[in-house]
């Protein structure tokens, strides 16, 4: 089954020529099933990226996706045109008495400042609270996990002295899991990030690593209790997007060291390697059948206790 997208958005094009399955709204409508309602609650700059970024990745399921993209209400962004944010995207306080069945919280480049600092930070905490009754199960990404381990658990981000920067390998740390299916023994992915969470406070909060690394710490961390994954990295990274970070601090004067496992040969001329794009699909499938398998068929019914279907 297809992802369900409005025919105007830059991604459903750019989906339809990579073979991606989408639809239009007039298409789903004949269909006699309930699609997926998933949420991108989108804080990245560059809105429509990340917009094509996340519809690849579900998109690429058997089932039919409704793909809703959310924004903060309060927060104008500056780098994608105002006339994209009106057709395409609804503030959250529309959102708010509405059911999903998934949700993405997207990272933001903010995480040099400390959480209350962050001017959409108050709004951001209604939308956390607002999942445990209004989401079946919500996925934070880099910046957006840390920001919901903080809120649910008080789990701090720690600075880093040097930018995490490049491919880096991740042990599969809990091969039973429902979300790593198909997943192998090691996987890589793209890291970008100034800050970290810490292995032993998150195992003091109660939560458990499925992907993890000593050299760049904990990657994926399931959380039941409130029906949340956090990543910190990312695996929805396009083949280019390293590179694009890279030439951009070039050409800026930033100080910006080569990322690793990246380049061919360490050669920043060559083209990059996709190491993590199977792997990426696994996990997001993964995730959107978990979806599947454990949502109401009654949306009124999402949020409550014992949801699952195979309890």
């Known amino acids: 089954m297809p992802i369900k997208l409005p025919s105007n958005l830059p991604a459903f ?7 991606v399955m989408v639809m239009d709204e007039e298409l789903a409508s004949h269909q006699d099933i309930r699609p997926l309602k998933i949420g991108l609650l989108n804080l990245m700059p560059k809105k429509i990226q ?14 039919q996706i409704d793909f809703r993209l959310i924004r903060m209400s309060g927060h104008k962004t500056r780098n994608t045109a105002a006339e994209h944010m009106a057709e395409f995207y609804r503030p959250f306080q529309e959102v708010r008495d509405e059911k999903l069945d998934g949700l993405i ?18 709004e951001l905490k209604e939308v956390m609270d607002w999942t445990q009754s209004n989401v079946h199960s919500t996925f934070g990404i880099c910046w957006g996990g840390m920001a919901m381990i903080n809120h649910f658990h008080g789990v701090e981000k720690h600075l880093l002295k040097a930018k995490t920067f490049g491919c880096f390998r991740q042990a599969n740390m809990d091969p039973a899991s429902p979300y790593l299916r198909g997943f192998s023994d090691d996987c890589y992915i793209p890291i970008s990030r100034w800050t970290e969470m810490r292995e032993d406070e998150i195992r003091a909060a109660g939560l458990r690593t499925l992907l993890g690394s000593t050299e760049t710490g904990p990657c994926l961390v399931s959380d039941e209790a409130h029906r949340a994954l956090y ?19 070039i050409a800026n004067g930033t100080p ?56």
Do not use: C, K
């Open 13 to 19: 094009q750019i989906l339809s020529r990579e073979g």
């Open 50 to 63: 990340t917009e094509n970024q996340f519809a690849r990745l579900i998109g690429a399921t058997p089932l």
């Open 105 to 122: 919280i997207t990272g933001a480049p903010i995480e040099h400042l400390p959480f209350e600092d962050v001017s959409y930070w108050d």
């Open 231 to 249: 990543i910190f990295n990312h695996f929805e990274y396009d083949s280019g997007t390293l590179r694009e970070e890279y030439e951009r601090d």
């Open 256 to 311: 910006i060291e080569l990322p690793v496992n990246y380049f061919a040969g360490d050669d920043p001329d060559a083209e990059p390697m996709n190491r993590w794009r199977s792997h990426a699909h696994l996990l997001f499938g993964n995730w959107v059948s978990e979806i599947y398998l454990t949502t109401p068929f009654d949306t009124d019914r999402i949020g409550e206790e014992s949801t699952d279907l195979r309890n």
